[in-house]
């Protein structure tokens, strides 16, 4: 508003100065049509008068003066002719009222658009009010002064503190920007992505440089997602590898969408993440999870074995007493038949004792392991690979799946059928870790004859042979340098305990398919 106040005195001086000049134009103009004989259309020139006027800025100055020499204009014409009103003069008095008032209209329409960009001016120039406009990225595109008072900010200081923040938010973060163009695919990488990749500032950002830096099995997938990009996919969104100069691997997480510059160019603006931390942090985790699963199926059967152990030992002991004490008697000079008898008597009493306790705790542990309850066979195959989903992307594994419709009901135990699952499935994943070629992995839900739901897991891994097909599901048996060989054999106890049952195949094309079918619920059991 001050700014305003000091340009007044200014204004109005010109102001004078020009009115005097546009009332000199009028009385000379008018004065020549009036007065002189000239068969011109000297009127004309009004038009001079309602510019010099329009030119001072005065909207209700140029209405005056526009209106005054339309009258004037016909004071003349009224003037240089007594009563014979040629048609050639009324044609000239038409031709200037017609010239003023196109002049005037186009004068007070360029005042009133004037007057809006000196209010918006104004209200930038405010020195009480800080006005300061940040683009999407949050970058200030315009301060005023405002703004300069009351952040002591000059221009140059806003433009450099809003990329000094852009900066440390991108190192903060790790994560840079990265914008290709297209078609000539010409790139901009932030200070971030340099130190990302471990490039120098010097490097010139291109594609080849991102592949020199990515790790080899990966390069085909980000030659993929480039062309996707050239090709004009709206969205690109892509995770891999970096094997970086000093042998170490960094993980990446790349993601940008199209936009359109306003040259009409196609660009990717993305950004791109360093998660190297969150994915050790995910696999320590997938680690920590695998361990706890191992020591808690040793600890299980250690307490079993322990708890046999404990019961049976007593009974063994007393057979072993008894046998004794029975030879005994057999080998005295005159044989004590009867009481050899009651040992042996004993020495039955005592293993039949032994096998109940075995039975006893055989029972015991099926009354505690088994809740049998209805259950959505997709429902707990979906639940299942949600919990060893982050193994099948930690080792980079195809998923399909393929579920029945409607899904299978089925009466057993939830945890324990995840349990199979999960067995299946973390078999699957290691055979596919340990052969090479396209790692795939098929889970299908369907009706297997009528009253089974079947679930076939079918991999593409270094497949089972001849001589290990008969004895994958014993327990004990395993391929693997630290394998326990209980997995399978639990899964077939697990099965056939709810009425089912489990093998195993080897197709043609490879790898390995395992599958079960269970007696889906004809209402014996309660919802769970
Ligand atoms: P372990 O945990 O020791 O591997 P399992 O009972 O889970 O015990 O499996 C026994 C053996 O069966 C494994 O060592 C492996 O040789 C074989 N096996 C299991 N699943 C697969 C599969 N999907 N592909 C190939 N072989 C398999």
């Not at 405002?146 to 221009?155: H, K, Q, R, V």
């Amino acid at each position: 508003m001050k700014t305003l106040r000091r340009s007044l005195p200014t204004v109005s001086l010109d102001t004078n100065v020009v009115s005097l000049l546009a009332a000199v134009v009028a009385l000379v103009v008018f004065a020549i049509d009036a007065f002189t004989p000239l068969d011109i259309a000297v009127a004309v020139f009004y038009v001079v008068v309602v510019l010099l006027v329009a030119s001072t800025g005065n909207r209700a100055a140029t209405h005056g003066a526009a209106w005054g020499c339309v009258v004037l204009t016909l004071l003349g014409f009224v003037l240089s002719h007594d009563d014979a009103y040629s048609s050639g003069a009324v044609a000239r008095c038409v031709v200037s009222l017609l010239a003023i008032a196109t002049t005037s209209i186009l004068a007070l329409r360029n005042l009133a658009a004037t007057a809006t960009l000196q209010e918006q001016v104004e209200l930038l120039n405010l020195e009480h009010d800080a006005i300061v406009v940040h683009d999407m990225n949050d970058r200030v595109t315009f301060w005023n002064r405002g703004a300069e008072a009351l952040y002591g900010w000059t221009a140059q200081q806003a433009l450099e503190r809003s990329e000094a923040l852009l900066r440390d938010a991108q190192r903060l973060s790790r994560t840079g920007s990265i914008a290709v163009r297209f078609p000539e695919g010409e790139m901009w990488w932030s200070d971030e992505a340099y130190r990302i990749f471990d490039y120098a500032r010097e490097t010139v950002p291109s594609v080849a440089a991102i592949l020199a830096r990515t790790y080899p099995d990966d390069r085909a997938l980000v030659l993929g997602v480039f062309e996707q990009a050239a090709g004009g996919a709206s969205q690109v969104d892509v995770e891999h590898r970096l094997a970086m100069p000093d042998g170490s691997v960094k993980h990446v997480h790349y993601v940008a969408y199209l936009t359109t510059t306003q040259s009409g160019e196609r660009e990717y603006v993305g950004a791109l993440m360093d998660v190297t931390e969150t994915k050790r942090a995910q696999e320590a985790l997938a680690r920590s999870n695998d361990e706890l699963a191992h020591v808690t199926r040793i600890t299980m059967l250690g307490e079993l074995a322990a708890s046999i152990a404990h019961e049976v030992t007593q009974p063994i002991a007393a057979i072993l007493t008894c046998g004794a004490a029975a030879l005994r008697w057999l080998n005295r000079p005159t044989p004590e038949l009867d009481e050899a008898a009651q040992s042996v008597a004993q020495m039955i009493r005592d293993a039949k004792r032994a096998d109940e306790v075995i039975q006893r705790i055989r029972s015991v542990a099926k009354r505690r392991d088994r809740l049998p309850a209805t259950v959505d066979v997709n429902a707990i195959v979906g639940e299942s690979i949600e919990l060893v989903r982050a193994e099948l992307e930690r080792h980079r594994i195809e998923l399909h799946v393929d579920l029945a419709a409607p899904s299978l009901m089925a009466c057993c135990d939830r945890v324990q059928l995840q349990q199979v699952m999960i067995n299946l499935i973390l078999n699957s994943v290691q055979a596919m870790a340990e052969a090479a070629g396209p790692r795939k992995l098929t889970i299908v839900t369907r009706q297997f004859d009528d009253g089974q739901a079947q679930v076939i897991v079918q991999d593409s891994g270094m497949g089972i042979s001849q001589e290990n097909a008969g004895c994958l599901f014993n327990p004990f048996f395993t391929t693997k340098a630290e394998g326990m060989g209980m997995g399978l054999s639990i899964c077939r106890s697990i099965v056939e305990a709810h009425g089912g049952g489990i093998w195993a195949e080897s197709p043609q094309a490879g790898g390995a398919v395992l599958q079960f079918i269970l007696p889906v619920d004809e209402g014996r059991c309660h919802e769970q």
